[in-house]
């Protein structure tokens, strides 16, 4: 058996640990069933690295994580690490992560399963077969654009400064895989920005239409403001297929977009960086959801959101299509079957544990590969 699959497998903090078991249980019935071995190797990041090692995470496990084919992660940050200091604080770590192996595509698919549709806060019409990836430029713009900081002028104000900057080469790299993920999909992307503001709004209007011209004549390409794009998802989610903007404004049409399909607690992400010459990428893969520690400890968590998580790295990682439509009906199957924990919660469903969640799709993904 090739033994040449590696994941490094950091649970996190608050409702992560709890997540993260459901999903080891996943890819070992993965390694057992396929002829497939998984490597896993588990280390700290976040809060729980402050504790360990009074930092969000070490330079090891950076290190560890360029090495592995794949990083999974479950979730960062909890009231107990608030009050530190901007720069300690564990949400750190994660943005540490991002920025060194370079994952500048972030992909966050918002799926909304049928049986989980009156769960939406739009009618069931609007968001009935919702399938939407949003591609998120992850590691520039206002996150990590220099100036920054908080300064105090001559006459005792502050002013608070951050600066949102885009090269010709970030806004290609990300709207490439915008590009390719459409082509395998129904073949339209929409881009938003605020060209309208913005120079780097404009800049990456510019950019991405020149791009398609050259390379993606035949996919169907939309310019769209950031702000219009925001109001059209809740008017008529279904009309896009990908999105592709940049840090910021990812950050904000992707939590709406979840919010359409009716659970966070059921959303997975990928970040990819660039493919090196063997045409491998580095990725990191993670639920949407946060730390959620209202609930951490107490077998409460969805853990669907991990186990998707696990099959789009199947998919985007380890090229096994196959594996990872499997974990996507299995997921669907316990949903259909009425089993719902607390986050997804409707009436006449029967509501379980995080353990019992696991069972069930364990039981799912045996039944369906026969
Ligand atoms: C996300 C989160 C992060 C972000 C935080 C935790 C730094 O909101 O992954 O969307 O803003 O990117
Ligand atoms: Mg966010």
């Not at 979730?75 to 943005?95: I, S, T």
């Not at 049928?114 to 998120?136: F, N, Q, T, W």
């Not at 999909?185 to 950019?207: D, F, H, P, Q, Y």
Request: aromatic letters at 6%; proline letters at 5%; a negative charge.
């Amino acid at each position: 058996m090739p033994a040449n699959k590696s994941l490094l497998v950091l649970p996190g903090d608050g409702i992560g640990p709890e997540v993260m078991r459901e999903a080891k249980r996943v890819i070992d019935w993965m390694g057992k069933k396929r002829a497939v071995r998984f490597e896993l190797e588990e280390d700290l990041c976040g809060g729980c690295a402050i504790d360990a090692h009074g930092m969000p995470i070490t330079d090891d496990t950076v290190k560890k994580a360029q090495q592995v084919d794949a990083v999974l992660l479950g979730a960062v940050g909890g009231p107990k690490w608030d009050n530190l200091p901007f720069d300690q604080k564990p949400e750190r770590g994660l943005l540490r992560l991002r920025k060194e192996m370079d994952l500048f595509a972030n992909l966050r698919p918002a799926v909304c399963f049928p049986a989980l549709a009156d769960a939406s806060s739009l009618k069931r019409e609007l968001v009935e077969g919702l399938d939407i990836m949003i591609v998120r430029e992850l590691t520039g713009g206002v996150y990590f654009g220099t100036p920054r900081g908080i300064e105090t002028l001559p006459d005792g104000q502050r002013r608070g400064i951050n600066t949102q900057v885009y090269t010709t080469n970030e806004i290609r790299r990300v709207a490439s895989v915008a590009f390719e993920l459409a082509r395998k999909r129904r073949n339209k992307v929409t881009s938003c920005e605020k060209a309208n503001v913005m120079e780097s709004g404009v800049l990456w209007r510019e950019e991405v239409q020149k791009l398609h011209d050259e390379q993606y004549k035949d996919v169907e390409l939309q310019h769209m403001y950031a702000d219009n794009a925001a109001m059209q998802l809740v008017r008529n989610p279904k009309q896009f297929d990908v999105i592709v903007t940049d840090n910021l404004f990812g950050d904000i049409l992707s939590d709406e977009a979840a919010m359409l399909t009716g659970s966070l607690g059921m959303l997975p992400s990928a970040s990819l960086g660039a493919p090196d010459a063997t045409g491998k990428r580095k990725a990191l893969y993670e639920p949407v959801h946060g730390s959620a520690p209202d609930i951490a400890g107490q077998n409460a968590a969805n853990p669907i959101a991990t186990i998707l998580s696990f099959a789009m790295a199947l998919r985007y990682t380890f090229d096994m299509p196959d594996e990872a439509d499997l974990v996507e009906k299995a997921a669907k199957e316990v949903l259909d079957k009425g089993l719902r924990t607390g986050d997804i919660m409707q009436k006449g469903a029967a509501k379980v544990s995080t353990t019992v969640m696991g069972d069930s799709l364990l039981m799912a993904l045996s039944k369906l590969a026969g």
